[in-house]
């Protein structure tokens, strides 16, 4: 992103180069993209700091998870008109015990590499269904895919993908996505095929509000004993 916003300031600038208007938005647009993705990789290299000092925790409350995700597919909607994320579920809306702030995390990270890695005018599946006492997440896209050979490093910091050229990323989106998983004690697995697609599959455990205070107390007996 620096290299970006220096070249285009520096072109900008020489008094021996004459641009039209439409050149120079061209540069601007050019140099606001840059900036966004320095400040995204800033945020998620602070993300991933906290992470690592534990100064990110699995805090609990009560969510409304159908409506917590159709809100949030709205909101990745509006940021994309080239693409179409569809979200479907058969579970009640209802209230359940998880952590909004790593929920947000995952399921914004996840549907928006689909968005990214898929083509122009593509339908991303997003699909909530609820087993038991876990909630399962499913994001399945028609892109690029992943080639086996990265698969298993998927999730390491600042790796990306052999097959994804000239498209931007920082290497931390799924790094973040799997420790807030981890803080979840959920589970993610992933299906992919180069030049098909990619099946992501996250499932986490739903508390009532009853087994989230009973956990507590177990846990707070187990470390101050009577």
């Not at 805090?59 to 940021?79: G, H, K, W, Y």
């Not at 697609?197 to 107390?217: E, M, Y």
Request: hydrophobic share 40%; glycine share 6%.
């Amino acid at each position: 992103p620096m290299t970006v916003i220096q070249g285009c300031a520096a072109s900008l600038q020489n008094p021996q180069r004459q641009f039209s208007e439409s050149h120079k938005q061209h540069y601007l647009e050019l140099i606001q993209g840059a900036i966004a993705d320095m400040l995204q990789l800033l945020d998620e290299v602070l993300l991933i700091g906290k992470t690592e000092n534990h100064g990110l925790k699995y805090e609990p409350a009560e969510l409304n998870l159908v409506r917590f995700c159709q809100d949030l597919t709205e909101t990745i909607q509006l940021s994309t008109f080239r693409h179409k994320l569809q979200f479907s579920t058969q579970m009640q809306p209802g209230l359940v015990w998880m952590d909004a702030t790593l929920l947000r995390h995952i399921l914004t990270n996840l549907p928006t590499n689909a968005i990214k890695y898929s083509p122009d005018n593509a339908t991303i599946q997003f699909r909530l269904s609820h087993q038991a006492d876990r909630a399962v997440f499913e994001i399945q896209d028609q892109g690029i895919g992943i080639p086996i050979a990265d698969q298993p490093r998927l999730f390491e910091t600042f790796h990306r993908a052999g097959n994804v050229g000239q498209i931007q990323g920082t290497g931390l989106g799924l790094a973040i996505v799997k420790r807030c998983i981890d803080l979840h004690q959920g589970e993610i697995d992933l299906q992919s095929q180069e030049g098909i697609g990619t099946l992501v599959r996250v499932v986490l455990p739903t508390l009532s509000h009853a087994r989230f205070v009973c956990q507590r107390k177990a846990i707070s007996s187990a470390i101050h004993p009577v």
